[in-house]
């Protein structure tokens, strides 16, 4: 059976649902959460939508053409749930809640909208719903440098990103199954990957070429530029926020690894300041087994194993400073 041919049962199950929830409330604590959600990877043809929950079920969304949800899209696409993730990446992304599916067979430069439906497979009645995102399709999606019809082979076509992992945990196979979101400004989506596929462990591996901008078409992505990535580690926790810069171009077709900054100017623009300092604080007492732990903050690495008074020593010498 089609996927879409029985959201007319899913929403039967819903007034149910709702009709349980208005004469017993306390059965509302059981309605699986949606957090974090986030619409990455489009192209011409495609998109994905990511999330968190907080239940191991199976993930599953619902796709409009218009804002009303009166006209559900049905002919020609492909719905893959945990679309990027296969084998015990797929089962670790699932034990951890981290959700990805992908809708494809879509319209060029058409706008749909769509939202992340979550079931509890302990309890088929408890479906949660996310809000519903709107997202327009690219125009056009081409390798990004094009130069008088030839293709030229550059060190950013492919990114990788390492997840952090606690000094005490010598597995880099418990990062698995955490998702990372590679955002770029001149882009007008996100890119996502699974850590542990088609990656070295503990990392995950972006191609910019699928990046485009918002005039529909494939972005240039130069070296140089600023990119942020968040990592969804499990469950509902936080997403651990990086900002780093993009390996200058060599010309040669690589892999290569986002750069740090200094240490002090943790956001990258130029200087130490108040912004710097809204995101230390939010870092501050944070232990190093903490799935929310950023090691960026951790500018004195000492065995109380957490960041602390110490580190806020050392960052406020550094407030200030420009022209970094």
């Known amino acids: 059976m089609d996927r879409l041919s029985y959201t007319p049962f899913k929403r039967f199950y819903s007034l149910i649902w709702t009709f349980m929830l208005l004469f017993f409330p306390g059965a509302a604590n059981a309605l699986p959460e949606v957090a974090g959600l986030t619409i990455t990877d489009v192209t011409a043809s495609s998109f994905s939508i990511v999330w968190m929950t907080d239940v191991q079920g199976e993930p599953d969304i619902e796709i409009y053409s218009d804002a009303q949800m009166t006209n559900s899209v049905k002919d020609r696409i492909i719905i893959t749930r945990m679309a990027g993730a296969s084998g015990d990446t ?183 300041d108040d912004g710097d300092f809204e995101l230390f604080k939010k870092q501050y007492g944070v232990l190093t087994s903490d799935p929310g732990f950023n090691p960026d903050f951790d500018f004195v690495e000492d065995a109380a194993g957490l960041i602390d008074v110490k580190d806020f020593s050392k960052f406020s010498v550094e407030y200030g400073k420009q022209g970094l």
């Open 90 to 272: 797929k089962d670790a992304a699932t034990g951890k809640g981290n959700m990805r599916v992908m809708v494809s067979g879509l319209d060029p430069d058409a706008a749909y909208y769509v939202r992340a439906v979550m079931s509890d497979p302990q309890n088929p009645l408890s479906i949660g719903y996310s809000a519903l995102q709107d997202v327009t399709t690219a125009s056009n999606v081409t390798p990004y440098k094009n130069v008088s019809g030839a293709l030229l082979s550059l060190s950013n076509d492919l990114v990788s990103f390492k997840t952090y992992m606690p000094p005490a945990n010598s597995d880099p196979g418990n990062g698995k199954g955490e998702l990372i979101i590679l955002e770029v400004p001149d882009a007008k989506y996100p890119l996502s990957a699974f850590v542990g596929e088609a990656a070295q462990e503990p990392e995950a591996l972006f191609d910019l070429n699928n990046l485009y901008g918002t005039d529909g078409f494939s972005a240039e992505i130069a070296g140089g530029g600023m990119v942020t990535l968040r990592i969804y580690k499990g469950g509902l926790a936080a997403a651990v926020l990086y900002y780093r810069k993009l390996a200058p171009n060599s010309g040669a077709a690589t892999v290569s690894e986002p750069l740090k900054g200094y240490f002090a100017d943790v956001n990258m623009d130029g200087r130490v």
